[in-house]
């Protein structure tokens, strides 16, 4: 069964200082990955999707992310955080069935200090 | 704009009564789900529907129920059954039933509290 593991529940950043939030993944098949968006009592954005072709992905606001296939990861990364970046971050994995849900990760709270 | 309208926003109930949460969508969406989410522990999957008429169990549908008449509605409502139903509840919907494309879209969210 596929699964997706946030491996930091926090991160905090000053503003300008780079931004890692790491993200692996369990999946006997090429998963599609995803990262997601929320800031405070909004719904999820789609920040960023891979699937199958670069491996470097690029998303909005200046963040990106790398497929990894043998080290099976898929970490969000953003040179210089800014304080609206501040915001919860999900990392999402596709089931190997079109019929069946997304997985999400628990999701990593991002704070970016002045 | 098309996008997810979910309604209310903030909604207070006492223990033991079924409260109502409305999602519409303008997308033409074939596929729509229901999300709660707790502090620390994601989203969880409480039902979802690919069709009109239809829908399926989530991971946590237990207290839980919806219907789904019409294409653009996906009402859900959490009963007396429900234990524990202050939360944060996200409806959502993706293009096509049968091809997870991964990109959901979502409403504002609905924040039920039970005094």
């Known amino acids: 069964a596929q699964s997706v593991t946030q491996l930091d529940s926090h991160v905090s950043v000053s503003e300008g200082t780079p931004v890692l939030l790491r993200c692996n993944y369990s999946s006997s098949y090429s998963p599609s990955l995803f990262w997601y968006v929320q800031h405070p009592n909004k719904g999820l954005q789609l920040l960023l999707k891979y699937t199958s072709a670069a491996t470097l992905v690029k998303g909005i606001n200046g963040f990106e992310a790398e497929f990894k296939k043998s080290e099976t990861s898929f970490h969000l990364t953003k040179p210089s955080a800014h304080m609206s970046d501040a915001a919860e971050y999900f990392c999402v994995v596709t089931p190997p069935s079109g019929n069946t849900p997304l997985v999400f990760g628990k999701g990593t709270r991002l704070s970016v200090i002045a | 704009d098309g996008g997810i309208t979910q309604s209310p926003k903030y909604l207070f109930r006492k223990e033991g009564q079924n409260v109502t949460l409305s999602c519409e969508q303008n997308?033409?969406?074939?596929?729509m789900y229901w999300y709660r989410q707790d502090p620390g522990q994601g989203l969880r999957l409480i039902y979802y529907?690919?069709?009109?008429?239809?829908?399926q169990k989530g991971d946590i549908a237990e207290g839980y129920s919806v219907s789904r008449e019409k294409k653009e509605s996906f009402p859900l409502t959490v009963t007396s059954a429900q234990k524990n139903p202050t939360a944060f509840y996200l409806c959502?919907?993706?293009?096509?039933?049968?091809?997870?494309?991964?990109?959901?879209?979502f409403g504002e969210g609905s924040r039920l509290t039970v005094l």
């Open positions: 959502a919907s993706t293009p096509f039933a049968g091809s997870n494309t991964g990109e959901l879209f």
């Open positions: 997308l033409n969406h074939d596929a």
């Open positions: 529907s690919q069709i009109v008429n239809d829908f």
